[in-house]
């Protein structure tokens, strides 16, 4: 396994790869790897010639007063788990270089960034995410891309940028990977106080009793939203800060669930902000 850190090695390598006509899946990750990173890693090992892994805690994404320097970094047992899940190049680029001093450039999606996270972490969340991606598509020329489902409204955008830039990379999105209670998998778990470690399974719960409700036959979405909002607000150590029933493919509301939706929510917890979100409609799926 290769660890390259230069942005011309990357796009000389990228070319080789091009030039061979191998395949290359790209999963982009800010390290502090867990199982859901790795599941994405395995499927792009299985699909492709080559496999990369980009490392980089993306300044551009995080707002003022979020948690970019207590983000975890984990790097040696991150360069590990990528040589043990079939992980052929590890793309670990500085900041000073992925921004160069004076960049006045950035890349935006504008509708789908409104809703969800853009309303409490700002459209220059999205901003920063659209950038970054694009950025890399460019440096490593992917055949395809991995992103996990928890993430749905970044994997929403990042589809659409890519459909309107005319990236020739396949967005694959994968299903959740959550720890054995339920929580869904992200590195931000690891910052949960042990103390609000059981009650940061109260978003799981209430997208759980969603569900519940679905499959009793209840198609409206504000008695829906209401059960699960008041499920969450019991606890009143938890901020909510969003939950929305939402079109997957415009992440508009929706007046009535008739069709598949998305439910997705985000709270704050022990100083943590967690998301999730379950795919589900009249008909099911009923498991996530």
């Given at each position: 396994?290769?660890?390259?850190?230069?942005?011309?090695?990357?796009?000389?390598?990228?070319?080789?790869?091009?030039?061979?006509?191998?395949?290359?899946?790209?999963?982009?990750?800010?390290?502090?790897?867990?199982?859901?990173?790795?599941?994405?890693?395995?499927?792009?090992?299985?699909?492709?010639?080559?496999?990369?892994?980009?490392?980089?805690?993306?300044?551009?994404?995080?707002?003022?007063?979020?948690?970019?320097?207590?983000?975890?970094?984990?790097?040696?047992?991150?360069?590990?788990?990528?040589?043990?899940?079939?992980?052929?190049?590890?793309?670990?680029?500085?900041?000073?270089?992925?921004?160069?001093?004076?960049?006045?450039?950035?890349?935006?999606?504008?509708?789908?960034?409104?809703?969800?996270?853009?309303?409490?972490?700002?459209?220059?969340?999205?901003?920063?995410?659209?950038?970054?991606?694009?950025?890399?598509?460019?440096?490593?020329?992917?055949?395809?891309?991995?992103?996990?489902?928890?993430?749905?409204?970044?994997?929403?955008?990042?589809?659409?940028?890519?459909?309107?830039?005319?990236?020739?990379?396949?967005?694959?999105?994968?299903?959740?990977?959550?720890?054995?209670?339920?929580?869904?998998?992200?590195?931000?778990?690891?910052?949960?106080?042990?103390?609000?470690?059981?009650?940061?399974?109260?978003?799981?719960?209430?997208?759980?009793?969603?569900?519940?409700?679905?499959?009793?036959?209840?198609?409206?979405?504000?008695?829906?939203?209401?059960?699960?909002?008041?499920?969450?607000?019991?606890?009143?150590?938890?901020?909510?800060?969003?939950?929305?029933?939402?079109?997957?493919?415009?992440?508009?509301?929706?007046?009535?669930?008739?069709?598949?939706?998305?439910?997705?929510?985000?709270?704050?917890?022990g100083g943590v902000r967690l998301i999730d979100n379950i795919l589900i409609g009249p008909n099911g799926p009923w498991e996530d």
């Amino acid at each position: 396994m290769r660890i390259i850190e230069n942005l011309a090695e990357m796009r000389e390598t990228a070319k080789g790869i091009a030039v061979s006509r191998r395949s290359c899946g790209l999963v982009p990750t800010m390290g502090a790897l867990h199982d859901g990173h790795l599941s994405l890693m395995r499927r792009s090992s299985g699909e492709n010639d080559v496999s990369i892994i980009s490392i980089f805690v993306n300044p551009t994404q995080f707002m003022p007063g979020e948690d970019f320097d207590s983000y975890p970094r984990t790097w040696e047992a991150d360069v590990e788990a990528a040589e043990k899940n079939g992980v052929d190049i590890i793309f670990h680029p500085a900041p000073e270089d992925m921004y160069p001093s004076r960049s006045q450039t950035s890349v935006m999606v504008h509708g789908l960034t409104r809703s969800l996270c853009g309303m409490s972490r700002g459209q220059g969340h999205f901003r920063g995410v659209t950038t970054v991606v694009a950025k890399l598509f460019n440096l490593v020329q992917p055949t395809r891309a991995y992103f996990g489902q928890k993430d749905a409204q970044q994997a929403v955008v990042i589809q659409r940028m890519a459909l309107d830039l005319n990236f020739p990379v396949e967005i694959i999105v994968c299903p959740i990977v959550r720890e054995t209670d339920g929580l869904a998998m992200s590195s931000r778990n690891r910052n949960i106080p042990p103390e609000y470690r059981q009650r940061a399974l109260v978003l799981r719960q209430a997208l759980q009793l969603g569900r519940e409700l679905v499959q009793g036959g209840e198609t409206d979405p504000v008695v829906i939203s209401n059960a699960m909002g008041e499920h969450i607000l019991g606890d009143n150590e938890i901020e909510l800060d969003y939950l929305e029933i939402v079109s997957p493919e415009t992440l508009e509301t929706v007046e009535k669930l008739d069709d598949l939706v998305l439910i997705a929510g985000a709270i704050k917890i022990g100083g943590v902000r967690l998301i999730d979100n379950i795919l589900i409609g009249p008909n099911g799926p009923w498991e996530d």
